[in-house]
């Protein structure tokens, strides 16, 4: 008798868990129904920037730009040279995950390498405040706040002999891109005609 009703007791345990399982998979299916609408994500109204919502992934309730369509914002060659995209995915900083990409533009002597970051707000960049106020000095390099147009602010960090540096700009109030590069003395005075090359206007 107590080994027939151990055994009732076991079934009824295997029923019970089973139909929980079988909820859970349904409450999951149900969530990722209701989390797959587009209107369920929050967008960046500070954003001047269309972006279509096929090229958008959710990240952390945030609809970010998925990292492989970050290419997208890439001029196809720079200086003669083409795009290699070297890697993209999802990164975290302190303050949230966002998407990035990076890709290179190559020759024998020279490199531009550039990394473009999505990361739907300032609010969610950790460094923005560099952009604002650069330090005074930095030793063995020239710190130089860039003129750029509106939606655009940035800085250039470059060797005192110019040889090799990076550019770094915030663009849109969203899209965080730093261009590295060595063997192009005359971006130093011609900046501009590199940062627009990347397609972020409409």
């Not at 609408?37 to 001047?48: P, Q």
């Not at 919502?53 to 990240?59: L, M, N, S």
């Not at 739907?120 to 106020?133: G, I, M, T």
């Amino acid at each position: 008798m107590k080994k027939l009703s151990f055994i009732l007791f076991l079934i009824i345990i295997l029923v019970s868990c089973e139909s929980n399982e079988s909820q859970e998979i349904s409450n999951s299916e149900n969530d990722t129904e209701a989390t797959s609408g587009i209107s369920d994500l929050k967008f960046n109204e500070d954003v001047n920037i269309k972006i279509s919502k096929e090229k958008t992934i959710e990240v952390e309730g945030k609809e970010l730009v998925a990292p492989n369509r970050l290419f997208d914002f890439y001029p196809s060659s720079l200086k003669n040279m083409k795009l290699e995209k070297s890697s993209s995915g999802e990164s975290r900083s302190g303050l949230g995950r966002f998407t990035t990409s990076t890709g290179v533009y190559e020759s024998k002597d020279k490199l531009i390498k550039v990394r473009i970051a999505d990361y739907y707000s300032k609010e969610f960049f950790p460094d923005y405040n560099l952009f604002k106020e650069l330090p005074s000095e930095d030793p063995g390099y020239v710190l130089k706040k860039l003129k750029l147009k509106d939606g655009y602010i940035g800085f250039m960090r470059w060797e005192e002999n110019y040889t090799y540096g990076y550019i770094s700009i915030f663009v849109k109030n969203r899209f965080h891109v730093l261009i590295d590069v060595d063997g192009f003395s005359d971006l130093k005075d011609n900046y501009e005609d590199l940062i627009y090359k990347f397609k972020f206007e409409n």
